[in-house]
């Protein structure tokens, strides 16, 4: 405990030893933040350091495959092969966006054969006209097209698309 500076360290190994390399500490601020590697806290969050997310990758070899997001996805790549022709595309299912408030995914659609990959779930994906000076109008969002990537976070009633990009295969 570090009453001076207000807060907690957490330096215990697993084995039972206090003995920890220097910056492998983790840090309970008494503001409710937590830092990693440093005693620096400027967010909810801070961490010196890298961050590891689930990377799934999926493959489509017909029409009728399709991918259910899980507990620990955080990027998909889809990719479709095989036989799909167009107009039959896969699809991915989303988990409930109110399960999920804050909850970030990235979906990944490389298509080789040029197909759009549908995105299904309980509510909507909504986007909009970003970057112009019209209220944000919220387009319902069906799809992720062809060799793209969409990021989206849920508010904990819908699904908002936060980013998009192209894929270089």
Do not use: C
């Not at 500490?25 to 830092?35: A, Q, Y």
């Not at 009728?64 to 036989?83: A, F, K, P, R």
């Not at 399960?99 to 909009?128: C, D, M, Q, T, W």
Request: aromatic share 6%; charged share 10%.
């Amino acid at each position: 405990n570090d009453n001076i500076n207000g807060y907690v360290k957490l330096k215990n190994q697993s084995n039972g030893s206090t003995s920890k390399p220097n910056g492998s500490n983790i840090f309970l601020h008494d503001t409710g933040e937590v830092s990693i590697n440093t005693t620096n806290n400027n967010s909810s969050l801070t961490v010196a350091g890298s961050m590891a997310f689930q990377l799934r990758v999926e493959t489509f070899n017909s029409a009728s495959e399709s991918y259910t997001i899980q507990d620990d996805d955080y990027t998909v790549i889809i990719n479709q092969l095989g036989t799909i022709t167009p107009g039959d595309e896969g699809t991915v299912t989303l988990p409930s966006a109110v399960a999920y408030p804050g909850r970030i995914l990235k979906i990944i659609n490389r298509s080789i054969l040029g197909l759009g990959l549908n995105l299904f779930g309980s509510e909507k994906v909504v986007g909009g006209l970003v970057g112009s000076l019209a209220p944000l109008a919220e387009i319902n969002v069906t799809a992720v097209g062809i060799n793209s990537i969409i990021t989206i976070q849920s508010s904990g009633g819908k699904w908002y698309v936060i980013g998009t990009g192209t894929v270089n295969l």
